[in-house]
């Protein structure tokens, strides 16, 4: 007799770190169902598959009327890896519309429309505690105060506090650190720059800074959701190392063989007058900047260091891709595809 997969849902699915939590979620033999947007990219969803939906999040009836036929004609699914949301917005107020509010119409739709998971994970973010300790740069651990000071944190404060305060399914909480990899944008921007012969660092301190590549964040997900003791968790996701902005600069000049880069620091004066100016111009051209207020404050940080101890003791993690391996990976890929 045939044994029927594993139902998942991965929200969010036609981003950066959906298309890799699917192509995880395939290679472990699950019946994939991503969510993504009826006008969203499915470039790199090409795997017939995958299955496809469009969640009506601004819409709570009809969303508990899509969950609800969902339900009735699949059952609900396994697990659901809420990774849907806006990391770059004109308004800010997006931040909280989507990110928080969204959550909670999508959480509450489920429990109405008898489509609970087994578990709910929700792709948070570092960004949700605000400054760690820049003096002793003492790592961030899960029970300091969460404080963001941007409005990203403030908004996946918000969705985090949702995911916690509801008693229809277990949940675990994922806060990744600087995910980069294949098709990542912002990152992307600095090695191209160093391939150019330059490398601006932001402020007069060392930035500390920590990474997790995306193959090893979906390795993440579905070991916090497979394991049965893991319920009502919350962890912080990173590789365990940690790198200054100049050692990470260093590493991609060595990668891409380029002998002569010009490395210099900018004030935060200057970058804080740049960033404000670029988000001026993107609300002239109503476009989203990857340089803003909220990008000035994460710039402004120095200690992105946090404690993983909880990862490696629950979930036996050890990341398969350190910051060297997952640069060179993810550089031959940006040749290989003609980014660089």
């Given amino acids: 007799m045939k044994t029927e997969k594993q139902k998942v849902l991965i929200t969010g699915a036609s981003g950066f770190i959906g298309g890799f939590l ?25 795997d017939e598959r995958i299955h496809f939906i469009d969640l009506a999040y601004n819409d709570k009836d009809k969303l508990k009327q899509q969950l609800a036929l969902f339900a009735a004609e699949h059952g609900p699914w396994k697990y659901i890896i809420h990774n849907a949301g806006l990391t770059k917005t004109i308004d800010k ?3 909280f519309r ?5 959550t909670h119409t999508f ?14 994970l929700l792709m948070s973010s570092l960004s949700s505690y605000g400054t760690g300790d820049e003096k002793t740069f003492r790592p961030i651990r899960l029970d300091d105060a969460q404080n963001p000071l941007t409005v990203y944190g403030k908004s996946k404060l918000k ?55 995306v193959k090893d964040l979906a390795t993440v997900a579905f070991l916090a959701l497979e394991n049965e003791a893991v319920q009502n968790r919350h962890y912080f996701v990173a590789d365990g190392d940690v790198h200054t ?5 260093q590493q991609i000049q060595q990668i891409l063989q380029k002998k002569r880069v010009l490395h210099a620091r900018i004030p935060l004066a200057c970058t804080y007058m740049a960033c404000c100016l670029s988000e001026g111009i993107g609300k002239i051209m109503k476009k989203s900047m990857t340089l ?12 992105w260091i946090c404690d993983t101890t909880p990862l490696q003791e629950d979930l036996g993690f050890t990341p398969a891709y350190p910051l060297q391996k997952g640069l060179e990976e993810t550089i031959q890929w940006y040749k290989k595809e003609g980014w660089l």
């Avoid at 995880?24 to 090409?46: C, F, M, N």
């Avoid at 902005?245 to 600069?249: E, G, W």
Wanted: a neutral charge; aromatic letters at 16%.
């Fill in 107 to 120: 959480i509450e739709a489920l429990a109405i429309a008898g489509c609970r998971p087994e578990k709910f």
């Fill in 245 to 249: 902005d100049h050692s990470f600069a």
């Fill in 93 to 95: 107020q997006d931040f």
């Fill in 159 to 213: 969705a985090e506090n949702y995911v916690r305060s509801q008693t229809y399914f277990p949940y675990v909480i994922l806060r990744p650190t600087g995910v980069y990899g294949p098709g990542e944008k912002d990152y992307y921007m600095a090695i191209k720059s160093i391939q150019s012969g330059f490398d601006f660092a932001v402020g007069y301190t060392a930035q500390r800074i920590t990474f997790i590549y």
């Fill in 292 to 303: 803003n207020s909220d990008k000035y404050i994460i710039l402004k940080q120095r200690n």
């Fill in 98 to 102: 989507v990110n928080a509010e969204y």
């Fill in 22 to 46: 699917v192509e995880e979620a395939l290679q472990r033999g699950y019946d994939v169902w991503a969510g993504i947007r009826s006008g969203s990219s499915r470039a790199h969803l090409q």
